[in-house]
């Protein structure tokens, strides 16, 4: 590990990650993505902008006999994804590749799942962060949403679902870029604490499946004392999956 590296512990220390300090850092939107992902064993999940690779490994320990594929466009990311993947154990699990999520030349309809945390801020329209892996992460410079969407289109398969964490006033856009090539929504907000205006959301759909969008209440992250709620303890901390598919069905 380098000096200007650290090492943290998620899902209690069950998935470790070497970050950078100062450039992008997994948060919890990383962890809630990955439980979001309906996949089971056997399954193949490819991940668009694995960074260092915090949700295909919090997925692959999760969920045993599942492959993960994780397209990354940074060389430095890369490298610090395949040290993760090799800490962790999770080398017959989870891959890294070098790509753009723009390359769709790959085989289509390949995947049971495509998951994404797009950058969350469009170019010129906020101030990009210095570092430059936490700039690419945060801001639309290389490729737009509606790339990003495109991409998981492409190699969702028929009827696979498509996963994404975004911003919550942007789920509109995402929403737009979806319309017509995946249904069967499913949107999950979250808020900081109950009663507050909800930051995230996670949306999921099904590639060339019509159906009614589902508003989940949604999930409060933590409590007015507790750093966390107990529901989000469970999923953060102890590795439970986010079930959106049957709390849309228990409502």
Known sequence: M???ETIDNFLDGSVR??????????SMDTVL?????????????????IGSAGASLCLARRVEGVSVT?????????????KNIVLNGLEDS???????????????????HVMINPPYLPEGKAIRPPDDNKGQAHMDLNATLKD???????YA????????VYRADRMDEVISHLYGRVGDLIIMPFWPRAGRKAKRVIIQGRKGVSG????????????EEERYTSAAEEILRKGKALDLKGFARSL
């Open 33 to 49: 993505l990955a439980a979001s992902v309906p996949a089971k064993s056997g399954d193949h999940v490819l991940e668009g902008g």
């Open 70 to 82: 994780g397209i990354e466009i940074q060389d430095e990311m890369v490298a610090l994804a395949e």
């Open 148 to 154: 990003w969407i495109r991409f998981c289109v492409h």
């Open 212 to 223: 009614a969008v589902s508003l989940l209440p949604g999930l409060a992250l933590h409590g």
């Open 17 to 26: 990650l070497i970050q950078p300090k100062d450039g992008y850092r997994v």
């Open 157 to 164: 398969k028929q009827k696979g679902t498509i996963t994404i």
């Open 94 to 112: 989870v891959l890294v590749q070098k790509a753009s999520i723009k390359d769709l030349s790959g085989p289509q309809s390949r995947y049971d």
């Open 2 to 4: 380098a000096e200007n």
